[in-house]
């Protein structure tokens, strides 16, 4: 019976599990996007040593820091000498700029770093070399590439990029080397100049990005210029106690602790998981929204359903059929209704893969994914269709019969 009622309302049916297919396939889509995002995030992070330890300007005391608050490079540098635990110490300014070759350019971070900083954050280079700090001392105007920014200076073809000539702020730059691919910056590209992958960067020596890029930074100065900092603990047994010698450090050093985050590498992790993972929740409760609507509609087409078959329902009780009966033949349509929606929604996302691959949004199939769609979409059947299921096997036999 519920197959012949189905059957003889197919299009309403259609029309009611729009939104669960809708719905079901959000749900797929959106954990497919979140998983991609969480898998960016742990490849991009995945090249810093676990005893790294990043040292950066605390959000808010940018500009309005007193000169005194400042953390200069001569200073980090002898964290390496004098803190027991600490092993060696990077340094990187960036500055956002036009980089162009042969009539191509496009705005890029440009990030000025040590020797030491391409060791701690494991800037693996493919093709070419990385420049050195002798280099950085003797002003070379070398420069390392991102793969991303290869890719589009020199039309796909990053090995031919080593030796060529770059403009960066007005200079001429001589590429050094190209970098291995590391990933996005989390499921969702930006544009090169705002991105936070080193795919979208170029890398320079620190002395000459202080020369030709990013300016000095001084105590004395006002420059907006900020340095980032990369420690490398002695051990992995020893990370915390080199943070809490670090901001030691920094609190002798320019008065207080409070102007600079000293993180290590797990709490980095961690955090960007949880934004990308709060990120799929936030998609996640927009999709069941979805659901939620489409089992209204569920709910207002049995309702119809049991005022269109109130007679049946009266045929059947006076016949010998229970209460529970007619719950489950009412049931069973919304069941199979959210079902039918779910199946189509399942069958829809395995288009997601090509479709996802023309855009700039990562996406990672998932069964997971497709078993929670569908989950939810028999769920909201069975929990919207028990209303009206219940109504229809409340009826009485003789109300039901006479009614017109």
Avoid: C
Wanted: hydrophobic share 45%; net charge negative; glycine share 10%.
């Amino acid at each position: 019976m519920v197959i012949i009622s189905i059957l003889s309302n197919k299009f309403r049916v259609f029309l009611t599990s729009l939104g669960i297919i809708i719905g079901s396939l959000t749900i797929i889509l959106v954990v497919g996007i979140g998983k991609a995002g969480e898998t960016a995030v742990s490849e991009q992070y995945s090249r810093l040593s676990v005893e790294s330890i990043t040292i950066a300007k605390t959000k808010g005391m940018g500009q309005s820091s007193t000169s005194t608050e400042i953390l200069l490079k001569d200073d980090a540098m002898n964290m390496a000498e004098v803190l027991t635990y600490v092993k060696s110490v990077g340094v990187s300014t960036r500055v956002v700029a036009d980089i162009g070759t042969n009539g191509v350019s496009s705005a890029i971070t440009i990030q000025g770093i040590n020797e030491e900083y391409a060791d701690i954050t494991r800037l693996e280079v493919v093709h070419g070399d990385m420049f050195t700090n002798e280099d950085s001392l003797m002003r070379n105007k070398y420069v390392v590439l991102g793969s991303n920014v290869a890719d589009s200076l020199f039309d796909g073809d990053p090995a031919g990029a080593v030796g060529e000539k770059v403009m960066i702020k007005g200079s001429t730059f001589e590429v050094v080397g190209v970098l291995d691919s590391v990933g996005g910056s989390g499921g969702i590209s930006t544009s090169q100049a705002d991105s936070g992958s080193v795919d979208d960067m170029a890398f320079i020596p620190y002395d000459v990005a202080v020369k030709y890029t990013s300016g000095t930074v001084s105590r004395s100065s006002s420059s907006g210029n900020q340095l980032t900092y990369v420690a490398l603990a002695d051990d992995i047994g020893n990370v915390e106690m080199a943070v809490a010698e670090i901001k030691d450090y920094i609190q002798e050093t320019i008065g207080t602790d409070a102007a600079y985050t000293v993180t290590d590498a797990g709490n980095v992790l961690e955090s960007a998981q949880a934004t990308a993972k709060t990120l799929s929740s936030l998609l996640l409760a927009v999709a069941v929204i979805v659901l939620a609507v489409s089992g209204i509609g569920i709910m207002n087409v049995l309702m119809v359903a049991v005022q269109e078959r109130t007679r049946e329902i009266g045929i059947l009780k006076s016949i010998g059929a229970s209460r529970k009966t007619i719950m489950t033949e009412f049931l069973l349509e919304a069941a199979m209704i959210s079902v039918f929606g779910g199946i189509l929604g399942a069958l829809l996302s395995l288009g997601a893969p090509w479709i996802f691959s023309m855009s700039t949004i990562a996406y990672e199939p998932s069964l997971g994914g497709i078993a929670l769609g569908m989950g939810f979409s028999v769920a909201t059947g069975i929990f919207f269709g028990f209303y009206p299921a219940a109504k229809a096997s409340g009826l009485e036999p003789i109300t039901a019969l006479n009614y017109e």
